[in-house]
């Protein structure tokens, strides 16, 4: 029980690491860019709309919200959890607290890296990492 406390409590240091250096970041990255690409394009043509950039922009907003908040929530349950004594006890609060703040987390960086470019995003794809024998 003491083992498995640990590997989710790295593994959720790491998860945290992770979403909040290189997720964030490459999301904000690639709003900006689309940012960037509906102001030039209005410069050129006022008229567009620019469908498709502006829906995207709103969903990576509101994912990369939801995300810096789930970074938070699994934050805190990390420090909770740390504070409890009993070792059953403790193992069963990473089972039901930790663990499952992370599969909030994993869950809405599942989405961004489905709308964010590659060329954005930090890590492999699971695409690349199934079929990308080179």
């Given at each position: 029980?003491?083992?498995?406390?640990?590997?989710?409590?790295?593994?959720?240091?790491?998860?945290?690491?992770?979403?909040?250096?290189?997720?964030l970041?490459?999301?904000?990255?690639?709003?900006?860019?689309?940012?960037?690409?509906?102001?030039?394009?209005?410069?050129?043509?006022?008229?567009?709309?620019?469908?498709?950039?502006?829906?995207?922009i709103?969903?990576?907003?509101?994912?990369?919200?939801?995300i810096?908040?789930?970074?938070?929530?699994?934050?805190?349950?990390?420090?909770?959890?740390?504070?409890?004594?009993?070792?059953?006890?403790?193992?069963?609060?990473?089972?039901?607290?930790?663990?499952?703040?992370?599969?909030?987390?994993?869950?809405?960086?599942?989405?961004?890296?489905?709308?964010?470019?590659?060329?954005?995003?930090?890590?492999?794809?699971?695409?690349?990492?199934?079929?990308?024998?080179?």
């Amino acid at each position: 029980l003491d083992n498995y406390s640990k590997i989710i409590n790295i593994e959720a240091l790491t998860m945290i690491d992770m979403a909040s250096k290189d997720i964030l970041p490459a999301i904000g990255k690639y709003i900006k860019t689309l940012s960037d690409t509906a102001i030039a394009a209005k410069s050129v043509a006022p008229d567009l709309e620019l469908v498709y950039e502006v829906s995207t922009i709103k969903k990576l907003a509101t994912l990369q919200d939801a995300i810096a908040t789930k970074i938070a929530t699994l934050e805190a349950a990390v420090v909770e959890v740390k504070e409890i004594t009993d070792v059953l006890a403790q193992a069963c609060a990473y089972r039901d607290k930790v663990f499952a703040a992370m599969q909030d987390l994993r869950a809405a960086v599942d989405q961004a890296e489905t709308i964010c470019s590659a060329e954005c995003w930090p890590f492999p794809t699971y695409g690349e990492l199934l079929f990308g024998v080179k």
